[in-house]
């Protein structure tokens, strides 16, 4: 069964730093296309935070760029980060990390089936005190 586990969370000062980390078990690391992290504000929509591809491309959306790194332990990318710093008031949230990873199965003959699947982390509170 896949599993994520989120730690990290914390009542953090305005300007300050955090580091979230998320394991995941049950999961091959060579299956997991993408890691992510994502978050959601009082009475807002989940969002996108950071991503971090197979490949090792980030892509960190416009409201935290130069502040948030996402980063992952290379030697197992089962374990990954989002380090935060510079907090603000609206960086307050449920932050939630996300993995997405491939299921291939046998098919007909020589043929494999693929498919994808994402897997979520419980949430982790960040709190931002002005």
Not at 63 to 90: C, H, W
Not at 108 to 124: L, P, R, Y
Request: proline share 2%.
């Amino acid at each position: 069964q896949v599993q994520l586990v989120e730690s990290g969370g914390g009542l953090v000062e305005a300007g300050g730093s955090l580091t979230l980390s998320c394991a995941a078990s049950g999961i091959a690391s060579t299956s997991i296309n993408s890691n992510a992290w994502y978050r959601q504000g009082p009475g807002k929509q989940r969002e996108l935070v950071a991503q971090i591809n197979k490949d090792g491309r980030t892509n960190v959306v416009d409201s935290v760029k130069g502040r948030a790194t996402i980063s992952r332990d290379n030697a197992v990318n089962t374990v990954f980060y989002l380090q935060m710093n510079d907090l603000r008031p609206e960086d307050a949230a449920v932050y939630y990390c996300n993995v997405n990873y491939r299921v291939t199965t046998k098919g007909w003959g020589k043929n494999f089936n693929h498919n994808d699947h994402g897997a979520w982390g419980q949430g982790a509170q960040v709190t931002v005190s002005a």
